[in-house]
């Protein structure tokens, strides 16, 4: 996204002290724009709800539009792009997700809206069995799917390894970072990442000098887990950055995917433990993930169907029906993406469909016409 007169306050909106997601999103709301909240009265700004008096005086505190400028300034130097939520470019998976970043900073070549996206991430310790089960799913996808798009976090181990698999199969995969864009972490990846950049990205909602310290991969996680369609896990250990993804995208209702393993390979307690509990979906075979997602393989355009009347639906559910009329199936999070409806509220709109006999609900988060 090129820059724009509103890209300074797009910034100083995150460089304010105490000001996190949901109070940004509270005084967007409450004023329209993010330059009137800089604009905007001290008196006026304390009538918005939740903001204290604290809240509105570090809004007006020089500081903060300095450092506003000075991040500007690298971002338009090295040819960073802006992705501010509201803009159509920000990675609409994520804008369901109610502690997604307000604005993200991202550099090199890719849409972050295909129409199929997948996570892969896993232990940074990844032994031959993970890795080479990282190469040969990524190589099957993208055979089927050239155009997926492959998000993870560039770390060690399966990570990078979902990265560089999937350059060396012609797909653009993207590295979500914790830190700014004005380093690589770990270094040793450093070329891997310039080779991402031609039809892949670097993202990330830190701005330049934030260090790789570990409370940001946390934060970093979120991204991961809220950008894609489905999260896969390949191996993870009893704890670790992996199962916390899990937990996100699971929150997210996102469809989480593990791989299992040998009950005696401490890389794989992590999996076997997701699988164990149901917060993940076994995973064994390519072809079991694509059946699940309900992801359609055929050349064949879907004939549409022949919609019905039916009695006594409001428009929300008319809505939904709308959707799913000219489609053979679709997973949930794409759903809620297509009619801009967060996933929690649509939930409700599918289980009248459902009692109401109109749709169906199959394995794996997708929905079609009864």
Not at 89 to 96: A, C, D, I, S
Not at 118 to 142: M, N
Not at 237 to 255: F, Q, V
Not at 281 to 306: C, H, M, Y
Request: net charge neutral; charged share 25%; hydrophobic share 40%.
């Amino acid at each position: 996204m090129a820059l724009t007169e509103k890209s300074i306050y797009q910034i100083a909106l995150t460089q304010i002290k105490g000001v996190g997601v949901a109070h940004a999103r509270n005084l967007m709301q409450a004023v329209g724009d993010e330059e009137a909240i800089f604009r905007e009265s001290k008196q006026k700004l304390e009538l918005v709800p939740r903001i204290s008096k604290r809240l509105v005086n570090e809004i007006h505190n020089p500081e903060v539009m300095k450092r506003a400028k000075e991040e500007l300034e690298f971002v338009d130097k090295n040819r960073i792009n802006l992705l501010f939520f509201t803009s159509d470019e920000y990675p609409k998976r994520l804008t369901n997700c109610v502690d997604a970043p307000i604005l993200l900073y991202a550099k090199g070549n890719v849409d972050f809206n295909r129409e199929k996206v997948v996570s892969i991430v896993g232990t940074r310790h990844a032994t031959r069995y993970g890795l080479d089960f990282c190469r040969k799913f990524v190589k099957e996808l993208s055979e089927l799917f050239p155009d997926v798009l492959i998000v993870s976090g560039l770390a060690y181990g399966i990570d990078v390894c979902a990265h560089r698999a999937a350059l060396q199969n012609q797909l653009s995969t993207v590295g979500v970072l914790g830190h700014g864009l004005d380093r690589i972490y770990p270094a040793v990846h450093r070329k891997t990442a310039v080779d991402m950049l031609e039809s892949g990205a670097l993202l990330t909602e830190f701005p330049s000098g934030t260090e790789p310290d570990r409370f940001n991969f946390v934060r970093r996680n979120r991204i991961v887990a809220g950008m894609a369609d489905a999260v896969v896990i390949i191996e993870s250990a009893d704890k670790g950055g992996s199962l916390i993804t899990a937990d996100i995208a699971n929150s997210y209702y996102r469809e989480v995917f593990a791989v299992p393993g040998r009950t005696t390979d401490s890389m794989s307690v992590g999996c076997n433990n997701l699988i164990s509990s149901n917060k993940a979906v076994l995973l064994q075979r390519t072809a079991d993930f694509i059946e699940q997602l309900g992801w359609n393989t055929s050349s064949q355009p879907v004939k549409p169907k022949q919609k019905e009347l039916f009695v006594n639906l409001s428009e929300e559910e008319e809505k939904v029906l709308a959707a799913l009329n000219n489609t053979e199936s679709l997973h949930v999070n794409s759903l809620a993406i297509e009619l801009n409806i967060p996933v929690a509220e649509l939930f409700f709109t599918l289980l009248e469909l459902e009692m109401k006999n109109v749709v169906k609900a199959l394995p794996g988060g997708i929905y079609k016409l009864a």
